[in-house]
């Protein structure tokens, strides 16, 4: 499915009629619903995030494209389903919420603890310490928890969600082998591969669901790859299949201050209702939270006539001076992620060599392209190393990240290097090496503004440089699965990693996610080969380097690692990043929010997709209701 409508047209279509329906509470334009309003008297939030309908698709297997607002993909998912625990980025320190504590220990369980596990109780706890031989990760439940239903919130829930992840192939289980309850408030994850990281991927990562939902899917798991079968082989090929299928007949239960009320969904908005149940409940200051749904250009309409709270969008330069003209606040939290240029391998073999990309990088200019795309919320990449620039001074030594190559915009030294690979100029357009004119479609998400003006200019860059590019703007939902099938040429998708902060998350975007990873949506994916060749490095095999970026219990120890990856990642560029997403959120005050954190407020340095700021600041209180 191709093409939307232009942003700014919507805007002079729709915005006044939009704004009538706001204030009367009437039917919105454009098919988007009937405003909730709050005439009871209930307190509530209006938030925006996309979601399919279950009209179109939309379902609530939370592991699979197309659910409905799952956690942990999903800002609000988190309220729904709580985390193990949550991250503040700035001070490395967790704000613990299903686990009360946590620590790594040695021996599987039987050694010595490590010497300052996470704290019992509220509020802030540090960073786990573990011993240089830890092999294994403890985990505690906190007492009293239940779900939505009644029934209580158990160790085992957490072992199930582990398992089904493993069916989905989540990287966790590149470095653990097992997980096992050890009483109904305590369990282990077994580490065949030591690292810091996994307190991640579990704390954070592996968001519980209810047993009574998957547990059955959990054990099927445990029979199929505890037996030593692997996704490749035939059953773990049909349990991948037949979980993708998998529709729970009933919203699951959950744990969460909030719960979706299923009559509510309709293709334009839908409501979280209060869980009285949840651990929570009594902390959070709003009865109801309406979330409007749609990306930018349907959205967009909804924001200036402030009836939404908070909303991620990406919204263009000219929304965000309307915004801000009208008394919205805009954030600027970092994404520590952006778009990217990917390359599909498997048939544009005139791009397996890494010179023809690294050429491709110099006729790109990148500051032009985020400028264009987000204003002074797109910054283009410096160090070009897969991950943030801000996280590259903290990992790389000065001298180290003075060596990555930039890549500055020189259009003339990309022909350069395009001719010394046998490719020529007929006329303005270039031919490949085999004769054949350089033609190629780039497909964009239709929907994400920002990303799509990148498209567009990326598209007409191109083209001025002397390639034949046919710009496809795909609907947003579908863009990712085309990538994952392998029908593209060029696309723009994600680089960096905005969900952890350590390098190692990004690394694993540039080469499993849309190419190892394809095979959940049933493709080879971009077809980048892990088993290769760096001048840097020689022959690399990197799957492993990946998984060695995070390996063992020290942070000091993985940074000649993570050194060499970016080097390696800066050479091969599997993806050329363009820019860093930085947001322009808008954070409307005094209406139902009393105020969000300020410009200059530690919560401000969260990835805002990942420990986000709505979720953290209901999980601590902070938040306000007018």
Known sequence: MAASMNRRRFLGTAGAGMAAAMLTGGALPGGLGKVVMAQDGGKEFHGAYPYTDPGAGGHFNSFVTNAILPPPATIYGEIINVPLG????????????????????????????????????????????????????????????????????????????????????????????????????TFSVHMSVPSTVVERY????????????????????????????????????????????????????????????????TNAQMTLVKNDASYWADQVPFDRIINFNGET???????????????????????????????????????????GLLFNYGKLTEFQDAKARQALAHAINREQNGT??????????????????????????????????????????????????????????????????????????????????????????????????????????????????????????????????????????????HNTLAVNNGGTGTQFPLQTTSEIAGDVDLEAMVVESAEGMSLDAQKSKVAIMAQVYNELLPAIPLWERFGNNCALEGVRVVAWPADDDPLLKQSFYADNIPAMMLFQGIMEAV
């Open 202 to 265: 579990v704390i954070r990562g592996m968001v519980p669901v209810p047993s009574s939902t998957y547990g059955e899917w959990a054990q099927q798991a445990r029979d199929v790859f505890g037996a030593g079968k692997t996704i490749d082989d035939p059953e773990g090929k049909q349990l991948l299949d037949q979980f993708n299928q998998f529709r729970p007949e009933s919203l699951p239960a959950n744990s969460g201050p909030y719960m979706i009320d299923e009559a509510s969904i």
């Open 86 to 185: 949550m991250y503040f980025w700035e001070s490395n320190t967790w704000l613990p919420l299903v686990a009360s504590g946590w620590e790594f220990v040695a021996g599987g369980g039987t050694g010595t603890p490590a010497a300052s596990p996470v704290a019992e109780g509220e509020g802030l706890a540090p960073l786990t310490t573990a011993p240089e031989d830890a092999d294994t990760l403890i985990v505690h439940i906190r007492e009293g928890l239940t779900w939505s239903d009644g029934s209580p919130i158990t160790a085992q829930d957490v072992v199930d969600t582990m398992w089904c992840y493993r069916i989905m192939s989540n990287t966790v289980w590149r470095y653990v082998d097992d997980a096992q309850v050890v009483d109904d408030l």
């Open 372 to 513: 264009i795309a987000l204003g002074d919320s797109g910054v283009p990449a410096q160090y070009m190393a897969g991950f943030a620039d801000s996280l590259v001074t903290q990992w790389l030594t000065e001298d180290e990240a003075a060596g990555l190559n930039s890549y500055a915009y020189d259009p003339e030294a990309a022909a350069t290097m395009l001719e010394e690979l046998g490719w020529s100029k007929d006329g303005d357009v270039w031919m490949k090496p085999d004769g054949s004119e350089a033609a190629y479609e780039l497909s964009f998400p239709a929907e994400f503004a920002d990303w799509s003006a990148a498209g567009q200019d990326l598209a007409e860059q191109l083209t001025d440089f002397g390639f034949v590019i046919d710009p496809r703007a795909i609907t947003f939902t579908q863009q990712p699965i085309d990538v994952d099938q392998g029908a593209f040429d060029f696309a723009v998708r994600g680089w960096g990693n905005s969900t952890n902060p350590h390098p190692h998350f990004s690394f694993s975007t540039a080469f499993f996610t």
């Open 297 to 339: 250009d349907t959205i967009t309409a909804v924001v200036l006539s402030k009836e939404i709270d908070y909303a991620t969008h990406g919204f263009s330069v000219a929304t965000e001076n309307q915004m801000m003209e009208s008394g919205i606040r805009v954030l600027r939290p970092p994404t520590y992620s952006g778009p």
